[in-house]
């Protein structure tokens, strides 16, 4: 097993819910973390600014009423997700509200700054940080990160190309620390299957994006329980950097989705939410997503299937 830091070594299922451009809200992030799973959302989701502080007062005081209600089963901690990005005009606001209200868990993404991982340190936080390939990640530890999320062939957003199986084997091969695994995963099975490669923890986004706390219109919600792997797209047309999105709303804006222009990689923008509303990011995982449904039994589903495929494996 990794060595693992506080939280992450007492942590009630091995999954992170990753944070979910736009539609990860605090509703979401408590409603994660009160069953069992990390509940994240990224810092730029606060729209104005000052929001995200209003934010993290009603997730700590939600977390710590729960607790207080349910010493003998504690929710999960909460992630934040900042953006390490020249074109994050909010970066030390948002860290700065993070240290201030001792964010249990920062997620790092698109580049990795020693200061912004000292920042967490400071108070005791713990960083995970993205990345898609063995190099990249030797960069983040390098650079103080205290675990990764590896970003694999299939997971929603901006995702990698490397298949899960030569990632988390590349990683583990230097690395004893936190890991998460991230593309494609939807089931309690495939949790399982990410701890059997070598990785600590799940990291599911697109299933979640068709739960009822999700800010997510009512339509996105539809088509990812209606579309399944086929219907996704890899493309960096709309942010600079590639990613995978529902072809479904592709087609919505007018466009072509198997005849996307190539788009230039210094027109990076991350901070608009304008190509999000109207482009779905998605993963290839959705085919295993038959309804929408509150995270709650969403979680409970996980891990019914999760405890079902241990017991396949033991009488096999």
Known sequence: MSKLPPPLDRLPFPVIGSPLFIISNPKLVIAQCVNGVVGSMPALNARPAEQLEEWLIEITEALAAHNAAHPQSPAAPFAINQIVHKSNARLEHDMGLCVK???????????????VNAAAHSYGGVVLHDIINNKHAHKAIEKGADGLIAVAAGAGGHAGVKSPFALIQEIRQWFDGPLALSGSISTGGAVLAAQAMGADFAYIGSAFIATEEARAADAY??????????????????TGVHGNYLAPSIRAAGMDP?????????AMDFGSAKAWKEIWGCGQGIGAVTQVQ????YIAQLKREYAA???RLLTV
């Open 258 to 266: 198997e005849h996307l222009p190539v788009s230039d990689p210094s």
């Open 101 to 115: 209200y001792k964010v249990p868990i920062i997620i790092t993404s698109l580049g990795a700054r020693e200061d």
């Open 221 to 238: 919600k539809q088509c990812i329980v209606d579309s399944d792997s086929d219907d996704i797209v890899y493309s960096n047309l709309f």
């Open 309 to 311: 495929a241990k017991t």
């Open 294 to 297: 509150p995270a709650a039994d």
